[in-house]
């Protein structure tokens, strides 16, 4: 194709990527676009091109989809946050099943009948309850910019409110406007901490307190159909599972490299009554083989809730050579949660019984996913 920058061209949207870039072809020459439909025939200005694909800037919608809504947010195209608030919410919860079963097919290899619908988020609109806004100097202006980073470039958009926050974040929003830092490039995290849960600042909990409570429901489902007598909760962060399932279990052990999380994980088991289990401080690769010997792996279920990267290549193998019952394994990001199923399931050691989406982050291209992993074939 014989496209530059700047081009102007008729497109027709024929699928959308995951992270929530529109598909059209021209001459089987890819373009993605961002903030379309399926279905749709939209004008779009070229911006990048690639030997195989291009990126364009969508400048009109000539043929919108009946799903298609206004956005909450006067931020949304420019605030690089959110992908989808021009999608009608039931069918953000299809788009999202879809990818995701694409995508665990795609590098996972599990077939796509696996993935559960979505399970949809009660709020989705003012759920999230933590952000981190920048300060940028704006020089054309003179003035500092105060928001999120954009979509289509790494400058900070001046935000005055954002519609996925809880209340309570706006508030903080124009408190820091009012009040705000004496530089550009300073990022600040604005939370509400969860009730009854002590969690020190820089330590991990989920974001969405209106669909946390389902979240647990599903892991305590699979703990159970699982059968499991001992949990291992690895990267367990400030005890959040291992607290909340302790009493579906006869013992329980947190594993987390952060110590001050771990000092809070077992202020927040004493407070609840929680004595059959224990925190530990330490890398999961230094704690697992030991937890692993300690209990039958028959009888054990392993929670992993890594980071967004994943677990490690050493962590993999120690969990396929001891092959514990069941690993319930719990991410933010499903490309990598399929790499490492792929790996798990090699040769039969492990079999994905069923993998449960979960709307946690509504708007966004972003969607957690619980896989309820069994030792062998099922």
């Given at each position: ?8 061209v008729?497109l027709?949207?024929?699928?959308l ?10 001459d ?7 903030f379309v ?40 195209g420019?605030c ?7 999608v ?14 694409d ?21 989705p609109?003012g759920?999230?309850?933590r ?9 054309p ?12 470039c ?17 508030e ?5 406007r009012?009040?705000?830092p ?9 939370r509400?901490p969860?009730?009854n ?15 946390l ?17 001992h ?16 009493d579906?279990?006869?013992?329980f ?5 952060d ?26 690769e230094?704690?697992l ?6 209990f ?9 809730d ?14 396929r050579e ?50 309820d992993?069994?030792?062998?074939a099922?």
């Amino acid at each position: 194709m014989n496209l530059a920058p700047g081009t102007s061209v008729s497109l027709t949207i024929a699928d959308l990527a995951f992270g929530g870039e529109g598909v059209a072809r021209l001459d089987d020459f890819v373009v993605f676009v961002p903030f379309v439909l399926v279905g749709e025939v939209v004008e779009a200005e070229i911006t990048d091109v690639k030997k195989s694909f291009a990126r364009a800037r969508l400048v009109c919608v000539t043929q919108p989809s009946s799903e298609r809504v206004t956005p909450a947010c006067a931020h949304f195209g420019a605030c690089g946050g959110c992908q989808y608030q021009h999608v009608a919410y039931p069918a953000q919860l299809r788009i999202k099943r879809k990818q995701v079963a694409d995508l665990f097919q795609r590098i996972g290899g599990l077939p796509p009948e696996l993935v559960a619908p979505v399970v949809p988020c009660p709020q989705p609109y003012g759920y999230r309850n933590r952000i981190m806004i920048r300060s940028q100097w704006n020089k054309p202006e003179q003035r500092l910019n105060i928001g999120f980073v954009r979509a289509d470039c790494g400058l900070v958009e001046d935000v005055f409110e954002c519609q996925i926050a809880e209340p309570a974040l706006n508030e903080q929003i124009r408190h820091v406007r009012a009040n705000p830092p004496p530089k550009g490039g300073i990022k600040i995290v604005l939370r509400i901490p969860p009730e009854n849960w002590e969690v020190p600042p820089d330590s991990f909990f989920q974001n969405n307190f209106f669909l946390l409570p389902k979240l647990v429901e599903v892991v305590r489902a699979a703990l159970r159909d699982g059968g499991a007598r001992h949990l291992i909760d690895l990267y367990c962060g400030v005890g959040f599972f291992g607290i909340e399932l302790a009493d579906a279990v006869e013992s329980f052990v947190g594993v987390e490299f952060d110590q001050r999380a771990i000092a809070a994980a077992r202020r927040n088991a004493a407070a609840r009554g929680r004595t059959n289990g224990e925190f530990i401080a330490a890398t999961v690769e230094a704690a697992l083989p030991a937890l692993l010997q300690r209990f039958s792996p028959s009888s054990s279920a392993v929670v992993l809730d890594p980071p967004r990267k994943g677990c490690l290549p050493q962590t993999l193998a120690l969990l396929r050579e001891q092959q514990p019952g069941q690993i319930i394994y719990i991410s933010c990001h499903p490309a990598t949660m399929a790499r490492d199923l792929n790996i798990l399931c090699r040769d039969g050691v492990f079999s994905v019984a069923r993998v449960t989406p979960l709307d946690m982050f509504p708007q966004t291209q972003h969607v957690e996913c619980v896989a309820d992993v069994r030792a062998g074939a099922l």
